[in-house]
């Protein structure tokens, strides 16, 4: 268990965030209220100016620029090194995306979690908070690990159908699934806090996985390290959101990487079958007119394309 004060870094990764970034850092006051701080801004080559948007809001905060738009997890692995090579002694790392908002004592609710006794289980290596979009409403940000069966639930009858029975689907769609203390599989990646035991346990996050899939990536490799990723829907958050749903480029990558990350971890015969699955998905979905699955759609049938750099060319092109 943590000694108070509990000792924190908080990194957030920016990319053209700089609109972003004042209601971010005005939230972090109350919303980390009872924890030693310190902001670590790690800048993935922006051009609006967010590293000189940061030192004039935050000039007390550590900028690291790390010179490329190399993704998510680039952006991570910079903002983490830096923080620990600062304070060796740092007890937890919170993760942000630039477009979350703290609410009071979030920060303080999760590290709580972190600090559970074990009681022969093994310990809290991340803690999520419940999370609602800017209108206040509930997302479903729990996660099933991924396996044919969910693959094939959300072929047949849809994720939000299939998510209403934990077994059955990836995403926990139930909304009473959000008023409980509980673990689970995997959890959507924009607010974490990760214990710097299970940091160093894990290792950097995979920077292959350009953007998606990498916190599902790390979230498992914990888990196989023995260590539980735990909500806590006493720590609330507000995550305005991405544009993943409606940009074609991206809702081919999460896709692709999806399948990339199921196949790592399950071998090639049962990668080929969730392939097929997340196929027959998109096309029916692109049957439908929905241009995000008819290009990935594309993509899922060209092995060209599925093996190809996965950065922000990539996407442009995909």
């Given at each position: 268990?943590?000694?108070?004060?509990?000792?924190?870094?908080?990194?957030?990764?920016?990319?053209?965030?700089?609109?972003?970034?004042?209601?971010?850092?005005?939230s972090?006051?109350e919303?980390l209220?009872?924890l030693?701080?310190?902001?670590?801004?790690?800048?993935?080559?922006?051009?609006?100016?967010?590293?000189?948007?940061?030192?004039r809001?935050?000039?007390?905060?550590?900028?690291?620029?790390?010179?490329?738009?190399?993704?998510y997890?680039v952006?991570?692995?910079a903002g983490?090194?830096a923080a620990?090579?600062?304070?060796?002694?740092?007890d937890?790392?919170l993760v942000?995306?630039?477009?979350?908002?703290?609410?009071?004592?979030c920060?303080?609710?999760l590290?709580?979690?972190?600090?559970?006794?074990r009681?022969?289980?093994?310990?809290?290596?991340?803690?999520?908070?419940r999370?609602v979009?800017?209108?206040g409403?509930?997302i479903?940000?729990?996660?099933?690990a991924?396996?044919?069966?969910?693959?094939?639930?959300?072929?047949?009858?849809?994720?939000?159908?299939?998510?209403?029975?934990r077994?059955?689907?990836?995403?926990?769609?139930?909304?009473?699934?959000?008023?409980?203390d509980?673990?689970?599989?995997?959890?959507?990646g924009?607010?974490?806090?990760?214990?710097?035991?299970?940091?160093r346990?894990?290792g950097?996050?995979?920077?292959?996985?350009?953007?998606?899939?990498?916190e599902?990536e790390?979230?498992l490799r914990a888990?196989?390290?023995?260590?539980r990723?735990r909500f806590?829907?006493g720590?609330?958050?507000?995550?305005?959101g991405?544009?993943?749903?409606?940009?074609?480029?991206?809702?081919?990558?999460?896709?692709?990487?999806?399948v990339?990350?199921?196949?790592?971890?399950?071998?090639?015969?049962?990668?080929?079958?969730?392939?097929?699955?997340v196929?027959?998905?998109?096309?029916?979905?692109?049957l439908?007119?929905?241009?995000?699955?008819?290009?990935?759609?594309?993509?899922l049938?060209?092995?060209?394309?599925?093996s190809?750099?996965?950065?922000?060319?990539?996407v442009?092109?995909?």
């Amino acid at each position: 268990m943590f000694e108070p004060p509990i000792r924190i870094a908080v990194v957030v990764v920016t990319y053209n965030s700089a609109h972003l970034l004042a209601d971010l850092l005005g939230s972090l006051q109350e919303g980390l209220a009872g924890l030693e701080w310190r902001l670590v801004i790690a800048d993935n080559a922006s051009a609006d100016g967010s590293a000189e948007t940061t030192r004039r809001l935050a000039p007390e905060a550590t900028v690291v620029e790390t010179g490329r738009n190399g993704g998510y997890a680039v952006g991570i692995n910079a903002g983490v090194t830096a923080a620990l090579a600062a304070a060796p002694e740092l007890d937890a790392v919170l993760v942000l995306n630039p477009d979350v908002r703290l609410e009071p004592g979030c920060g303080a609710a999760l590290a709580r979690e972190l600090a559970l006794p074990r009681d022969g289980l093994p310990g809290v290596g991340v803690a999520v908070p419940r999370l609602v979009d800017a209108e206040g409403r509930l997302i479903a940000s729990m996660r099933g690990a991924p396996s044919l069966l969910r693959a094939f639930a959300d072929a047949v009858v849809g994720a939000n159908r299939a998510g209403r029975f934990r077994w059955a689907g990836e995403i926990v769609a139930d909304p009473a699934e959000y008023e409980r203390d509980q673990d689970t599989d995997w959890a959507e990646g924009s607010t974490q806090l990760i214990s710097a035991e299970c940091w160093r346990a894990c290792g950097p996050w995979d920077e292959s996985y350009f953007l998606y899939s990498e916190e599902t990536e790390f979230h498992l490799r914990a888990r196989d390290r023995g260590f539980r990723v735990r909500f806590a829907p006493g720590a609330r958050a507000v995550h305005l959101g991405g544009e993943s749903t409606t940009s074609p480029g991206l809702w081919t990558l999460l896709v692709a990487n999806r399948v990339r990350l199921f196949t790592a971890r399950r071998g090639r015969v049962q990668g080929a079958a969730y392939w097929l699955m997340v196929l027959a998905r998109e096309c029916s979905r692109a049957l439908l007119g929905k241009q995000t699955s008819r290009r990935a759609v594309r993509t899922l049938v060209s092995r060209r394309r599925m093996s190809a750099p996965r950065g922000p060319e990539w996407v442009a092109a995909a």
